[in-house]
């Protein structure tokens, strides 16, 4: 029997674009285009069935609706036993910190992602300002996950305010999106570092760039890496066998701290269906229990989903 999934990393995109406006993170950046493409609930739902892939984490998709959380939450509120969003909001706002307890009690949201609008920002007050230092003690309080999303060219200063921020609050899930290490880059840094001149090369095994970005993570029990196809894109352009990667990750930092994620719904190189192969095929070099935790079992304890039956059978 094959292991199911829950995947932690799903965008929607709505069908409906007047009810469903584009917006963009802040007035000064442009109206954000119409992707040619959508991905509905019920789209979403139905590559889910096909796979086995038991119910997905709502990511917000910042780039088209800004901080309007509607479609996921809406999409969540017909489907809650599927759906479980994880809103962005705007951290500099100080009655966010009050407004995401609200969304959490009463609307059934599950987590909340920090995000930067940007990789040419190159500040922290995203993810350290006082009111968003605010946000941070509301899901250390309610126990929802925090996730974070790190441009690569910001690794090297913003991890270690990460490290210290996971030490403040040792009980609160801390989930780095794309692994927050360098074959977490997406083609759109990628685009415009080989626009500036620039050549883009992934660091070789054994390590994979993780010395020096995330190693400094290895002791905080806390913090987790999100695998998703932003990754698999690095790896495929690279040459190198997600299974090699994802073996060293489940090495250096245990098994419980990885979860999967697809993307779908902005990285759309390759169908769900692919997306799906090759999360499981990644997990070649793991046993039983690896690959179950990784596609399945670790997001369902971090996001409390444990009142789900629990993984059966190997990864196939």
């Not at 609706?65 to 994880?86: E, K, M, Q, T, W």
């Not at 990789?119 to 922290?124: A, C, E, G, N």
């Not at 290895?218 to 890496?225: A, K």
């Amino acid at each position: 029997m094959t292991t199911r999934l829950l995947d932690t990393h799903a965008h929607l995109i709505a069908d409906d674009w007047e009810t469903y406006r584009a917006r963009p993170f802040t007035p000064d950046l442009p109206m954000p285009d119409r992707p040619d493409f959508t991905m509905t609930a019920e789209q979403l739902l139905a590559h889910m069935d096909r796979h086995g892939v038991t119910s997905a984490c709502l990511v917000q998709r910042g780039h088209v609706y800004g901080y309007d959380n509607s479609y996921i939450l809406d999409s969540a509120a017909r489907y809650p036993d599927r759906f479980h969003p994880v809103v962005i909001l705007d951290t500099q706002d100080p009655g966010t910190a009050l407004r995401y307890r609200d969304l959490a009690k009463n609307s059934g949201v599950a987590g909340f992602r920090m995000a930067n609008s940007r990789p040419w920002i190159l500040d922290t007050a995203w993810l350290s300002s006082p009111s968003a230092m605010e946000v941070w003690k509301a899901c250390a309080d309610l126990g929802t996950p925090m996730t974070l999303i790190v441009f690569d060219n910001q690794l090297s200063y913003v991890l270690p305010l990460i490290r210290m921020i996971a030490g403040m609050y040792p009980d609160l899930p801390i989930i780095l999106d794309h692994g927050a290490m360098p074959f977490g880059i997406s083609q759109y840094e990628v685009a415009l570092r080989e626009e500036a001149g620039e050549t883009v090369v992934m660091p070789p095994p054994p390590d994979y760039g993780m010395d020096g970005t995330i190693s400094i993570f290895e002791d905080c029990p806390n913090v987790y890496f999100k695998i998703t196809e932003i990754n698999m894109e690095r790896l495929v352009k690279a040459n190198v066998r997600a299974a090699d990667l994802l073996r060293h990750m489940v090495d250096r930092f245990g098994p419980h701290r990885i979860v999967w994620g697809s993307d779908v719904g902005q990285s759309m190189l390759w169908t769900y269906d692919e997306k799906v192969a090759m999360a499981v095929g990644a997990c070649e070099l793991l046993n039983k229990e690896e690959s179950a935790a990784f596609l399945h079992d670790n997001a369902a304890r971090l996001y409390d989903l444990e009142k789900a039956a629990p993984s059966s059978g190997a990864a196939a």
